[in-house]
């Protein structure tokens, strides 16, 4: 069985703060994605990062994927509160013939002005 | 706006009931996923359709069960629903190129329809 596990949980900080979420797996992925979730709203995508050791920018978003393809950060510079939401990491994984996300528990962001 | 639509928002229903969920796709997009998201937890993959048939299952048993079709709209299907069934469902549409890719295709999330069992 696939897992990936998040961390932390939760993150209250205030505007300007940096913070990094982790996303950990003891499996391999082809490619990694980030997503965010506002309440009442499906998960959009953020980024995907398919090479081991790739890093992504985002205007103040950096995410990397690990050189072996099982774990994946996601860093925030000076959060700001419309950056408050829940952030979500998916394995993609290829088997069968068609592409399966595994998600994680995701990170609920709180950033207070 | 991602242009996938769900349909009802909420619904409220009792254990052994079933229930029909929808959703609309973007336009031209061959394969539509159902996930299920619980309070507090990411979504869950039940299963994808790719040009009206079943290509792939989660870990979810066969009262779980869907419909795909040809105008770009799909149904989930759950019967003898249970406690546990409540929760937040997702379907996301994507085009897949190739079946024979690891590249993934972009999915697009619609806004998920609340389902709660009493």
């Known amino acids: 069985t696939q897992l990936l596990e998040q961390s932390p949980q939760f993150l209250s900080i205030q505007e300007g703060e940096n913070l990094t979420v982790y996303c950990n797996s003891s499996?391999?992925?082809?490619?990694l994605q980030w997503y965010r979730q506002e309440p009442g709203e499906g998960p959009v995508l953020l980024v995907t990062?398919?090479?081991?050791?790739e890093v992504k920018k985002l205007k103040r978003l950096t995410f990397q994927f690990g050189d072996a393809r099982k774990d994946s950060s996601l860093h925030i510079t000076a959060a700001q509160p419309g950056d408050t939401g829940l952030y979500l990491c998916?394995?993609?994984?290829?088997?069968?013939?068609?592409?399966?996300?595994?998600f994680g528990a995701g990170t609920r962001l709180a950033v207070h002005p | 706006e991602t242009g996938v639509t769900q349909s009802p928002t909420h619904l409220i229903k009792t254990r052994g009931q079933q229930v029909t969920l929808r959703c609309s796709s973007q336009?031209?997009?061959?394969?539509v996923s159902w996930y299920q998201q619980a309070l507090g937890q990411g979504p869950q993959f039940i299963f994808q359709?790719?040009?009206?048939?079943?290509?792939g299952r989660g870990n979810f048993p066969p009262r779980f069960s869907g419909l795909q079709f040809p105008n770009y709209s799909s149904e989930l299907n759950v019967n003898a629903l249970e406690l546990d069934d409540s929760a937040l469902y997702l379907c996301?549409?994507?085009?897949?190129?190739?079946?024979?890719?690891?590249?993934?295709?972009?999915?697009?999330f619609g806004p998920g329809t609340r389902l709660t069992v009493l």
């Open positions: 359709y790719y040009r009206e048939e079943e290509n």
């Open positions: 990062v398919v090479t081991g050791g």
């Open positions: 998916a394995g993609v994984v290829f088997s069968g013939g068609y592409n399966k996300l595994i």
């Open positions: 499996s391999v992925f082809s490619s």
């Open positions: 996301a549409s994507s085009l897949a190129r190739a079946l024979t890719s690891g590249s993934p295709d972009t999915q697009y």
């Open positions: 336009s031209g997009h061959n394969t």
